[in-house]
């Protein structure tokens, strides 16, 4: 109850709180106790505005606003008068009723106007985005002919060319080029290089878990897709473990702990990597097999 009545009054601003990580996030930070400002494309679409609202503390402490990606300047009235943002939301479908040409145009645009609400607001004291490991692949160059470094760390950046024959199609190279250039955007307006606000990047790994969500979320889908057969999820994994050399993994109760961490630590900034576990596709097959023989999991 202490902890509650320390971080009453507190607001934050979650981007896309109906999604997988942002619902999850919402309930974490209802549960400690925050005023929570959620967005969401559609407040008429019953079935996201009533998982949220049915959060304990709902009735107390969210507030939910109706705010496109698309719409970047709609997200100003959910971020006024919050002390952190959390950026979640990201484009994902086709742009043909936009004024964006692609979607990495429209996440690119999003991350510059949300960054600037936040600095127009005069209340927020960081932007937290939750970004992707796909924007941290160590290979050197476009065509990969110069190699990869030997590790992953905060300097690796997906170079915007790079193409990972024959899994990555242009719904995933839309997504790479998307969340690296976003976040890049998003870096830029860090008071550490000489910005106007604190900024801090986590870049997560395949986040799989719980879910609040009525259906599974993609994600989700693409961890196990070795036991589904699902031909494109698994082709999503194994793009992964070209991009990365493995496939970093991580729970969705680490990444929104990790998210709020990166808010309530003083000292954070910049960009961080995310992920509790670095495999391979061969050996999340082989660990399927051993403890769940029933699925017959294909031996290649």
């Not at 196990?224 to 194994?238: A, M, R």
Request: aromatic share 10%; charged share 20%; proline share 4%.
């Amino acid at each position: 109850m202490e902890l509650l009545r320390e971080k009453n009054g507190r607001r934050v601003c979650v981007t896309g709180g109906a999604g997988y990580i942002g619902s999850w996030l919402v309930k974490k930070l209802l549960e400690r106790g925050y005023i929570v400002h959620a967005t969401l494309r559609n407040l008429d679409d019953v079935s996201k505005v009533g998982l949220l609202k049915g959060f304990p503390g709902a009735e107390e402490r969210l507030l939910l606003f109706k705010a496109d990606i698309y719409k970047p300047d709609e997200f100003e009235s959910a971020i006024q008068g919050c002390e952190f943002v959390f950026h979640v939301a990201t484009p994902f479908h086709n742009t043909h009723d936009t004024q964006y040409k692609n979607t990495v145009e429209a996440a690119v645009a999003g991350a510059r106007t949300i960054a600037m609400c936040c600095v127009r607001s005069e209340t927020v004291r960081r932007l937290i985005y939750t970004a992707s490991v796909v924007s941290a692949s160590p290979i050197k160059d476009d065509d990969g002919r110069s190699g990869s470094k030997d590790f992953i760390d905060e300097t690796c950046w997906t170079p915007l060319d790079l193409w990972i024959s024959p899994y990555t199609n242009g719904y995933l190279k839309a997504y790479q080029d998307s969340k690296t250039l976003a976040e890049k955007e998003i870096l830029s307006f860090g008071k550490e290089n000489g910005g106007a606000l604190e900024v801090v990047t986590l870049a997560s790994g395949l986040v799989g878990g719980d879910t609040v969500l009525w259906f599974t979320p993609t994600s989700v889908q693409v961890l196990v897709s070795q036991l589904t057969n699902c031909e494109p999820h698994y082709n999503s994994l194994k793009y992964l473990e070209g991009l990365l050399g493995k496939i970093p993994l991580v729970h969705i109760d680490d990444v929104c702990e990790a998210l709020i961490f990166c808010m309530e630590n003083p000292s954070v900034h910049g960009r961080i990597l995310c992920a509790s576990s670095y495999v391979s596709s061969a050996e999340i097959a082989s660990y399927y097999r051993q403890h769940y023989p029933q699925f017959h999991v294909k031996q290649e």
